[in-house]
Structure formats: C-alpha cells, structure tokens
C-alpha cells in the first residue's frame, strides 16, 4: 500500500514537532511544506523535495491537484480557519494542533464545513494516544467516585507576537498554554455545570500591560455538589510544565507531560509509568495515518470530540469579563 500523501502548514514550534513524527512515518510522504517567513524556509530549499510554499493557500490548491491525502496544520486558529475549510471543500483529511479554534462558534462553522465531507478532521491530543496514559480510560475504576480534580500548568515566556493581541489569540495562557491539561480534564469528567475564572497579569502591579491576553488564569468548576475542580495556569515561568490531578475514593491519579502516577488512597506504593515516546504527537501521527490508510469512517480526537473543551474555556474567559458564574452549556 502506498504512504498517503502529506503536507505540512507551519513550521515553526509545534511544526517542528509534526515534522519530525512525519518523516518517522513510514506510512506517509511529505511532499510540500509551507511556511509565511522565507527564513524558517530557507534550510529546506537545498533538498530540493519536499515542494516549499510562502501562501498556505497555494499549497492546497496545487498538491489537491496531484491527489493530497493528509494535511497536519500546526498554525494558529486565526490563521488557519480558511484553509481549514479549504481542505474540506478539497476531500483532503486534516490533522490540526490544538487549541483547534477561538471559541465555540468558530468550532461550529468548522464542523458544518465537515459534515457532509468524507475527509475527516482529527485535532491532535497527544496524551490520549500515549501508551503510558492508557490507565485514563479505566480513570473511574482505577480512581473510583472522584470527588476532586486540579490542573496546574505553567509556559516559559515565549515572544508575545500574536499572543499579545486578544482578537487573533482568543486568550491568553488558559486557551494557548492550558488546552491540554482543561481538555484532558473535561475528557475524562464531562461538562461542568458552572464555571467561575479570574485572570490577571503576572508581575505587572498596578500598571497596565502592552498586550490583552492573560498571564494568569485561575479557573473553578462545579460538576455536582460533590464533584469540583481547579486550573490554574501561568505564562512566563523558567520552565514549561503541566500537572493534571483526579482525587478519587480509591486512589489519587496523577497525569503530567512525562508521566502518570496512581496512589492508592489505603497509602500502598505508588505506581508510576513514563511515557514511551519522546516526541508526544508520533503516536497520535500514527493512528491518524493508520486510520486513513484503512479508510475507518471514525477517528478518534475529532473536532466534535474538543467541542465541550472549547465550551469551557470560552466560559471561563466570558466569567472573567462579567466576573460571575456562567455555563459552558448555555454556549452549545
């Protein structure tokens, strides 16, 4: 059977990432890459192959005409929705990093452009592919009734650019630092009732910054009376990390970027197991090209799937501006 096809829209930060997991896919072929800065270009253009774009949507129209099977989008929301839905209009599959979208309406008009496509759109949730992570979905036998769950997640200070400006990031460090950790939690214990956020910015005082995007979020979310939990989420830390805890009757399960740990509430030892791959999107990369290739009408980690994550996050920035409790189900 012939590799798929594949193209590669980004490549800068997580670009680099899908790069690196594509070319160790022997189940697909890069044949073109695009980039909108011909200096992140540049080391490309000696070999010659793959095909180097400037215009994302050039790159669509010329490979969709030789057949394009895959396209991995690892650029921001407000750069990407067009030719998200130009990928559609083209039957061509896509695989997009996340946060996926802005916000819940956003994510709508993808999913319409969608809908009566046969291509899929798979958005990449690396922690639900990792073999070490498989214990998460048994979380309610392993854990029993979780009373408690909290995320803590902190990124370096990277350049604002786009990140300063609150149109074209649609938040701040909870939409572009925290979607990982917030999307595993509502994952794993659906959609809370009610959401209550605060946001600030760290280290600034009294003084207003340059920018309007968040550097710190605190977020709480009520499921039940006996059922809450908490996100914390900070940018600008010496090192990026995240921690996501569910504190069950039975044990106490503990999810981070490296690895996952279960303690026993009777106080055994703790189990402990580390992920197996050091590039967290290969497995993910994978199964998407695996599925494609055996022409599966359902993939996991679709759009549909991170509808309710996006729902949450818009809450939560929608309580931080009227500085009341609001339901992310009042927004699907």
């Known amino acids: 059977m012939r ?7 980004g490549l800068t930060e997580t670009g680099q990432d899908f790069l690196e997991a594509i070319r ?16 992140t270009l540049r080391p490309y253009a000696e070999t010659g192959s793959p095909r180097l774009f400037e215009d994302y949507r050039l790159l669509i129209i010329e490979t969709a005409r030789t057949g394009l099977d895959a396209l991995f989008i690892a650029s921001e929301p407000f750069q990407s929705l067009e030719f998200v839905e130009l990928a559609a209009a083209h039957e061509i599959a896509v695989f997009h990093k996340a946060p996926p979208a802005r916000n819940v309406r956003e994510t709508r ?7 009566d496509r046969t291509a899929s759109l798979v958005i990449a949730r690396p922690w639900a592919f990792e073999p070490a992570f498989e ?3 048994d979380l309610t036998e392993i854990a029993d009734r979780i009373h408690l769950a909290e995320a803590y997640v902190q990124t370096t200070a990277q350049p604002l650019g786009w990140r300063a400006d609150a149109a074209k990031a649609g938040g701040g460090v909870l939409l572009n630092g925290a979607y990982d950790a917030v999307d595993l939690m509502i994952d794993r214990l659906g959609l809370p009732e009610a959401v209550y956020a605060q946001n600030g910015w760290r280290g600034l005082g009294a003084s207003p910054p340059n920018y309007d995007t968040e550097d710190v979020a605190q ?4 499921f039940s009376k006996r059922r809450i939990a908490t996100i914390t989420a900070v940018r600008g830390a010496p090192q990026a990390s995240w921690q996501v805890r569910f504190c069950g009757s039975r044990a106490t399960v503990t ?7 279960v303690a026993p509430a009777q106080g055994n030892e703790l189990r402990r197991s580390s992920t197996t791959y050091e590039n967290r999107f290969e497995p993910a990369i994978h199964a998407f090209a695996e599925t494609l290739l055996a022409g599966e009408p359902k993939s996991r980690s679709t759009l549909q799937d991170h509808l309710p994550t996006i729902a949450v996050i818009e809450a939560a920035y929608l309580s931080a501006r009227t500085g009341a409790v609001e339901s992310p189900h009042g927004l699907l």
Do not use: C
């Not at 590799?3 to 829209?9: D, G, N, Q, R, S």
């Not at 008009?109 to 809908?115: C, G, K, N, V, W």
């Not at 977020?219 to 009520?222: A, C, D, E, F, Y």
């Open 3 to 9: 590799p798929l096809k594949t193209a590669l829209i």
């Open 24 to 39: 160790a896919d022997n189940n697909l072929e890069l044949v073109a890459m695009a980039d909108r800065d011909p200096a």
């Open 109 to 115: 008009r993808i999913l319409d452009r969608f809908a």
């Open 135 to 137: 214990p998460l979905a």
């Open 219 to 222: 977020v709480t979310l009520q």
């Open 255 to 261: 999810v981070t970027n490296e690895a996952i740990g």
